[in-house]
């Protein structure tokens, strides 16, 4: 099975990156996520049509270590590489493109603009990594990009097509278009020879039967009934034997026309679109200034640190009689996600609200807090708690290199003991259970 490039790049455009361009963007975090989950596969598409291009692959090879990956959000919008990149992919494309998923997502063109670059260099340097990961040349990248026009059809949201962003599908999917074509053509060809041999074996056999009928009547007087019966009886069962066989043949050859290579249907007439349940679009985090003692720090309104500093103010933790009065309440972090699989790399953008909980824990110095690390429902839960724990664990020593270790009296890793979404759901849904919280304690 050819590599999916799609599934590693969703690891760079995560739930925290959504409310970061979110709030960066003044948008929704659900157009946010409508217009990544429209543009990945397109611009995914380009660089599977432009394998071959040497441009292409060398701006590949040059993203790996050119630090795209660590500021997609500050640095992809005026990075050369991305830019002239575009350029070869869409040329005077881009507009159309830039056009439909803002009208598709519900977000401005400027917007979309924004998140073309942005995923695009969330794509480069992913399959810039993955090739110097694992030595692939220029022919390797070539070789994985080709292996894309498989798969990118089947990944475009409903209600998208390349021919809706003014880019021909048939550039993008090779000669699968023809190929379909021919299979059609060829099928209709076979059925109605079919037909028309069925057609004739009967009108034969009748003719035979006439001919039959009349000479037993003309030499024996009407002779007996059977005699004509029963070969008619004969080819009125041949005839349905042929008809049953050409059904048959018509509709095994309209399903092999219906599927292409990879499995994805291409039978738009037959095709059924699922069209998901009405819910409600999520309030767009924005940051605001909150309000540390007479020191501004930038969080969400009633996000981790609003909490934090209202409950520490109110004399809450002071009151506390003890840590079991403590340890039922968890404040999730907002920002800080590692990357998928990772717990030494965090996402652009995870630091901030570290250097937060830092200048809190330094305003009120009496205070203690602990730290969670969480998983979702997948994967082996001795490997989830392995992995929470070293996040935990690396939240905890990230503190202390801060001068502020005294204050954090431990850190634990969950696993998916208190995970709540279902192991079948989507990503973006398990993406709620996968956190890292603190709590305070005593």
């Known amino acids: 099975m050819s590599l999916n490039v799609i599934d590693l790049i969703k690891g760079q455009l995560g739930p925290a990156l959504v409310s970061q361009a979110a709030s960066q963007f003044g948008e929704s975090e659900s157009g946010i996520s409508k217009a990544i989950g429209g543009l990945l596969p397109a611009v995914v598409g380009g660089l599977a049509n432009n394998a071959d291009n040497p ?46 998923i803002a009208s598709f997502s519900g977000i401005s063109n400027t917007s979309a603009g924004s998140l073309l670059n942005l995923v695009t260099g969330a794509t480069v340097g992913t399959v810039g990594k993955y090739a110097a990961d694992n030595n692939l040349g220029a022919s390797g990248i070539s070789s994985l990009l080709n292996d894309q026009k498989g798969i990118i059809s089947s990944l475009l949201p409903a209600g998208l097509s390349l021919a809706s962003f003014g880019l021909g599908a048939e550039n993008w999917f090779g000669q699968a278009k023809e190929t379909v074509s021919s299979v059609t053509s060829t099928a209709k060809d076979n059925i109605a020879e079919s037909v028309a041999t069925a057609r004739e074996n009967v009108s034969e056999g009748a003719r035979e039967v006439r001919e039959q009928f009349n000479n037993n009547n003309d030499n024996q007087g009407g002779g007996s009934i059977w005699k004509w019966l029963l070969p008619l009886l004969l080819l009125i069962a041949a005839g349905y034997f042929l008809w049953k066989q050409c059904e048959k043949k018509e ?45 501004m720090l930038k969080g969400y309104k009633g996000g981790m640190e609003d909490q934090m500093i209202s409950f520490l103010k109110s004399d809450g933790y002071k009151n506390a009689a003890d840590d079991a009065a403590l340890k039922d309440k968890w404040y999730d972090f907002d920002h800080v996600n590692f990357k998928m699989g990772s717990s030494t790399e965090l996402e652009a953008g995870s ?66 003991k208190f995970a ?16 890292m919280s603190v709590r305070f304690a005593k």
């Open 55 to 100: 441009g292409v692959v060398d701006a590949i090879t040059k993203a790996s270590s050119s630090g795209i990956l660590g500021n997609l959000l500050g640095g992809s919008s005026s990075n050369p590489i991305i830019t002239s990149l575009l350029s070869s992919l869409f040329g005077d494309k881009i507009g159309g493109l830039v056009n439909s």
């Open 251 to 295: 509709t095994t050859t309209t399903m092999s026309s219906s599927t292409d290579s990879t499995g994805t249907s291409t039978d738009t007439a037959s095709a059924t679109t699922s069209t998901p349940a009405t819910t409600a679009t999520p309030a767009a985090k924005t940051d605001e200034n909150i309000d540390l003692n007479g020191v």
């Open 351 to 416: 630091q901030g609200q570290l250097d937060n909980l830092v200048a809190i824990l330094k305003a009120f110095p009496d205070s203690k807090i602990k730290i969670g690390g969480y998983t979702d429902k997948t994967g082996n839960e001795a490997s989830n708690v392995k992995l929470s724990q070293a996040r935990a664990d690396y939240i905890k020593a990230a503190l202390g290199k801060a001068g502020v270790g005294a204050q954090v009296l431990g850190a634990e890793g969950y696993g998916s």
């Open 420 to 435: 709540t979404v279902d192991a079948k759901a989507s990503d973006a849904e398990r993406a709620a259970d996968r956190k």
